[in-house]
């Protein structure tokens, strides 16, 4: 599940003499003198790793590549355990004191279509702001925190391993990857109400299981797109037939994120206010979740729910 964790460990914590002079005695740091004193930088395989005479930082690389060359396997429990067991080997220190201060979690899917085409069925998210963006023939699907604490991506791993010049597994190249990734930049501890977040509870079972159910909150939390078959003889009066209309303007529009964009433009022009563009909204996902209607859901989105769901 993991991909990047940032920590940091403060060595008055370690219960060992000169640590920076013990993780540096086997590998080559550059020094950089700055305002507040001496910084010590270097790379341990894909991880950057930044020392002052009081504290270590590690990170900026995925957890998942440092130990095993890629990040297309799926990153387990025990997974983290051993990378941070060969981090310490490394550095010869104990990291068990660290402390967390990003953490990305992600998962990638085999999926049956090209991953570009499930971003459609994924609407709207409360309080994020959505992008589809392009980059470097790259699609991928982006929801912005408001606080820009955390952020939710979808993309086509196998296309950004090959555009990195990543190295593709044997047996990759061929499937398809849709990768789920969600990025906690700041204040984690906040978001799982504890004082501080440390190496040893990224691989506690119960811990992981908060982590893994957190990050499978956050997608169910994003309204889902669907497709109608829509049978006009179940209509039972006048209400029904104005729910059917609607639910078909909605398709004609190209789906529930098109059919917003018009109202969106709407609000900018001064046409509506605040208050009925967020009534409009309200409404519309509302009928949309409504199971009375006959409404089949799309079948991307229902393997993609499956997927997420089965993950643990």
């Known amino acids: 599940m993991f991909d990047t964790i940032q920590f940091n460990l403060k060595y008055k914590d370690v219960n060992q003499l000169n640590v920076l002079k013990t993780i540096t005695q086997d590998h080559s740091f550059e020094e950089t003198r700055t305002c507040n004193g001496v910084v010590f930088t270097t790379r341990l395989e894909n991880l950057t790793v930044r020392s002052t005479e009081t504290t270590l930082s590690i990170g900026n690389g995925s957890l998942c590549k440092f130990l095993y060359g890629n990040n297309m396997v799926n990153f387990t429990r025990d997974d983290t355990f051993h990378a941070m067991e060969k981090l310490s080997d490394l550095l010869h220190v104990s990291l068990n004191h660290a402390t967390v201060s990003r953490m ?14 499930y971003f459609y069925y994924l609407g709207p998210l409360p309080r994020y702001k959505r992008l589809e963006q392009t980059y470097h023939s790259l699609e991928g699907l982006y929801y912005n925190c408001q606080t820009d604490k955390k952020q939710l991506v979808f993309y086509d791993k196998i296309k950004e391993s090959s555009y990195r010049k990543d190295r593709i597994p044997e047996g990759y190249s061929d499937r ?3 990768r789920y990734e969600l990025r906690l930049k700041n204040h984690v501890n906040r978001m799982f109400g504890v004082d501080k977040i440390t ?4 691989y506690d ?21 669907n497709e109608y078959e829509i049978d006009i003889e179940g209509c039972k ?3 029904d037939l104005n729910k059917m209309g609607m639910l078909m303007l909605v398709e004609r529009y190209g789906g529930m994120n098109e059919f917003f964009k018009t109202f969106d433009h709407q609000f900018e022009l001064g046409v509506l206010d605040k208050r009925q563009l967020s009534e409009i909204k309200r ?3 509302q009928l949309l979740e409504n199971r009375s209607l006959e409404i089949v859901q799309n079948p991307q989105i229902e393997e993609l729910n499956t997927l997420v769901g089965q993950v643990e």
């Open 104 to 117: 990305d979690v992600a998962y990638n899917f085999e999926v049956k279509n090209p991953p570009e085409s």
């Open 283 to 285: 409404q519309t996902k």
């Open 237 to 239: 009066g006048i209400r």
């Open 199 to 202: 190496v040893p509870m990224l």
């Open 205 to 225: 079972v119960q811990f992981y299981r908060r982590i893994v159910d957190f990050w499978k909150g956050e997608y169910r939390k994003i309204v889902k797109v």
């Open 176 to 178: 398809y990857l849709l």
